[in-house]
């Protein structure tokens, strides 16, 4: 897979995800450039995973959402580090040239 970003290739990216039941979790890796990982989140009382979603029947980004808990850290003139922040996983229906349909 390339993932072209502006004019920069980005044909090294790492990605894996994991679909379990309805247990999602993934992570991306570009060496030296980015960092990320999510997964489902917690009950702040149990700990137990928690299922959170955003459900968009007429939506043009995406139809389902589930949400979860996600870190990531970005290397560079700008650099940003989110710990067990929010994170997506979706089945997107853009692309580079805009709506799928």
Do not use: W
């Not at 980005?10 to 990320?36: D, F, N, T, Y």
């Amino acid at each position: 897979m390339i993932v072209r970003l502006g004019l920069r290739d980005l044909s090294g990216i790492q990605h894996k995800s994991r679909v379990i039941g309805r247990r999602i979790s993934g992570a991306a890796l570009c060496p030296g450039i980015i960092e990320m990982a999510g997964e489902p989140i917690r009950n702040p009382v149990t700990g137990a995973e928690h299922r959170v979603r955003i459900d968009l029947p007429d939506g043009f980004e995406f139809k389902i959402a589930e949400i979860g808990s996600a870190s990531s850290s970005v290397k560079g003139p700008i650099a940003v580090e989110l710990k067990d922040s929010y994170g997506q996983f979706a089945e997107l229906h853009l692309s580079d040239s805009g709506v799928v349909s």
